[in-house]
T-cell receptor, first 108, second 113 residues
Framework: RKEVEQDPGPFNVPEGATVAFNCTYS??????FFWYRQDCRKEPKLLMSVYSSGNEDGRFTAQLNRASQYISLLIRDSKLSDSATYLCVVNMPDDMRFGAGTRLTVKP | DGGITQSPKYLFRKEGQNVTLSCEQN?????MYWYRQDPGQGLRLIYYSQIVNDFQKGDIAEGYSVSREKKESFPLTVTSAQKNPTAFYLCASSLRGTNEKLFFGSGTQLSVL
């Protein structure tokens, strides 16, 4: 089993749609969690941290479920500019682990 | 401005040649990482270092070597033993702690001639 697994995607959605990604992790001792966004052949950039209480930043909502060991990212009212690959990142006791990423394409 | 700098942006390697990718940060971060990304794939950890003069192998360390002689610098050498080196290489750094965020360099695209 992979340490961090994401929805395989790709997700192709129309503008204005709501889309959700999930990510599961295997190590229950994991301490912190993040969503990064990566555009083609660019470095990943931090989108948001994920807290136990859930957190929201504009159209983006992230949630953590420690009991089931998964995190989620919800994007509302999707824009063309949201098209990218979304990476789930888990801070495990020894190092950071990345999911394989989920590709999102928002179409007009 | 503080940040993390990778160079070169593009690098070409001949058969049997070793090449070194540079990574420098002025963020005063203790931890530094090297990742490899293949087309359509996620990031895979090559090596990481939590402190100067110490580093650990990641998942795909074979054919690579690193050094950490200074806190600011974590160069990666792709040796001739790495038979499939073509990939996008990303260096990152973070503060040590329980809520680290990774800061990335802009990446190096390595190709084989």
């Amino acid at each position: 089993r992979k340490e961090v697994e994401q929805d395989p995607g790709p997700f192709n959605v129309p503008e204005g749609a709501t889309v959700a990604f999930n990510c599961t992790y295997s190590n229950s001792a994991s301490q912190s969690f993040f969503w990064y966004r990566q555009d083609c052949r660019k470095e990943p950039k931090l989108l948001m941290s994920v807290y136990s209480s859930g957190n929201e930043d504009g159209r983006f909502t992230a949630q953590l479920n420690r009991a089931s060991q998964y995190i989620s990212l919800l994007i509302r009212d999707s824009k063309l500019s949201d098209s990218a690959t979304y990476l789930c990142v888990v801070n495990m006791p020894d190092d950071m682990r990345f999911g394989a990423g989920t590709r999102l394409t928002v179409k007009p | 401005d503080g940040g993390i700098t990778q160079s070169p942006k593009y690098l070409f390697r001949k058969e049997g040649q070793n090449v070194t990718l540079s990574c420098e940060q002025n963020l005063n971060h203790d931890a530094m990482y090297w990742y490899r990304q293949d087309p359509g794939q996620g990031l895979r950890l090559i090596y990481y270092s939590q402190i100067v003069n110490d580093f650990q192998k990641g998942d795909i360390a074979e054919g690579y070597s690193v050094s950490r002689e200074k806190k600011e610098s974590f160069p990666l050498t792709v040796t001739s033993a790495q038979k499939n080196p073509t990939a996008f290489y990303l260096c990152a750094s973070s503060l040590r702690g329980t809520n680290e965020k990774l800061f990335f360099g802009s990446g190096t695209q390595l190709s084989v001639l």
